[in-house]
């Protein structure tokens, strides 16, 4: 205002990965591997899983015995998108409030003011979450409450777990 810029203290958005040999590292900054081969909830809704849920596949790469993500389905307010290595999101017919594009060797997909998904076709993702989601969300990125110590904790009965392992299986 007046020729001079105003500066407001906003909560920055939170970021959740996953690459390689599955390493992930969650909202509140917690790295740990975890080798499932399986589909799991990256991160959805504690309140509504049909709200919001992204979900990984983990599968076997290469002969050494590790797995790497490779397919996602993003499920948002009762719509699905799956994402693979043969799917271009350009081509995907996507919800109203949603948006697709690439930019480099990533594709980025964003539903409403909630999430982003950042995608290089191999074995990374990266999901960017609106802090207005903080501690309403759970899966292996944690729940996005600042705390690591319980970034573990199981969806069915709520303990923490200190093994990535039973974690992830959980």
């Known amino acids: 205002s007046s020729g001079h810029f105003d500066c407001e203290a906003k909560p920055c958005w939170k970021q959740c990965s996953v690459f390689g040999d599955p390493h992930f590292t969650t909202f509140d900054g917690k790295s740990y591997k975890f080798q499932g081969s399986c589909k799991y909830v990256f991160a959805r809704s504690q309140s509504n899983a049909t709200d919001l849920s992204i979900n990984i596949e983990n599968v076997p790469c290469g002969s ?4 790497c993500t490779r397919n996602l389905d993003v499920l ?7 994402i693979d290595r043969e799917t271009y999101l350009d081509t995907l017919k996507l919800p109203e409030d949603c948006s697709s594009w690439t930019s480099g060797a990533m594709h980025f997909l964003q539903c409403a003011d909630a999430f982003v998904v950042k995608w290089d076709d191999q074995t990374t993702v990266s999901l960017l ?15 996005m409450n600042g705390n690591q110590n319980d970034d573990f904790k199981t969806p069915g009965n709520g303990l923490i777990e200190t093994s990535a392992s039973i974690f992830g299986d959980s």
């Open 64 to 67: 050494s015995g590790v797995t």
């Open 76 to 82: 948002w307010r009762g719509d699905t998108i799956s």
């Open 129 to 143: 979450m609106n802090p207005r989601l903080s501690g309403s969300v759970e899966g292996l990125c944690g729940n």
